[in-house]
């Protein structure tokens, strides 16, 4: 069973408009959720990520929003560019014994139009 | 050079074949991941080692086998291919911390046939 939901599956925006891309997991002892941003034909590369401490992360055009009490996070990304075209993966992983494991979600491929 | 490359980059095989995709890294890393993208999937963890003499299943394993050779080195292994094992396999490492950023490889794009 997929312990972290995303949505939409795709997306297109136009240039300029902005992504909104939805997570929602169910395992409380989760404590850090990042995004993971992936080109084709490239391995996926930490875009940005998150504490529940906080409710929210900017780091440029992309922001991360985190509701604790909904066990809900997205990702927005202002300004879209065709640059951004790429597929986008939640995560959100817990300390184990002798470390951590990432739980993904199922992706979302963006498409920003020109 | 990348930190962490695997081999093949691309690889077609047949049903009962045995095969070997390898990873290895220069990123020093302790921790090393081996995951399975399918569409509509995400990212599906197979195996995963926090040591060398540390393996673990993760969510997928069975059909698959590890091996730990070396600190920078760690191999998936398809003991029997089924076409279901058609895929994008990435290797990824990681270091110690709280926060632990993965780094992946460029993937191998496996189809049995």
């Known amino acids: 069973q997929q312990q972290v939901k995303q949505s939409p599956q795709s997306l297109i925006v136009q240039k300029g408009g902005i992504s909104i891309i939805n997570c929602a997991y169910e395992?409380?002892?989760?404590?850090?959720f990042p995004w993971y941003q992936q080109f084709p034909g490239k391995g996926p590369a930490l875009l940005i990520a998150i504490r529940p401490d906080v409710s929210e992360k900017k780091e440029g055009r992309f922001t991360i929003s985190f509701n604790k009490s909904a066990k809900q996070f997205s990702l927005h990304i202002m300004d879209s560019q065709p640059g951004d075209s790429a597929t986008y993966f939640c995560?959100?992983?817990?300390?184990?014994?002798?470390?951590?494991?990432?739980?993904f979600g199922e992706g979302t491929q963006l498409t920003v139009n020109p | 050079d990348a930190d962490v490359t695997q081999t093949p980059r691309n690889r077609i095989t047949k049903t009962g074949k045995r095969i070997m995709l390898e990873c290895s890294q220069t990123k020093g890393h302790d921790r090393m991941y081996w995951y399975r993208q399918d569409p509509g999937l995400g990212l599906r963890l197979i195996y995963y080692s926090f040591d060398v003499k540390d393996i673990n299943k993760g969510e997928i394993s069975d059909g698959y086998s590890v091996s730990r050779q070396a600190q920078a080195k760690f191999s998936l292994s398809l003991e029997s291919a089924i076409p279901n094992q058609t895929a994008l396999y990435f290797c990824?490492?990681?270091?110690?911390?709280?926060?632990?950023?993965?780094?992946f490889g460029p993937g191998t794009r496996l189809l049995v046939l």
């Open positions: 395992n409380t002892a989760f404590d850090y």
């Open positions: 995560a959100a992983s817990m300390i184990e014994t002798s470390g951590s494991r990432l739980t």
């Open positions: 990824a490492t990681s270091d110690f911390g709280r926060e632990e950023t993965q780094y």
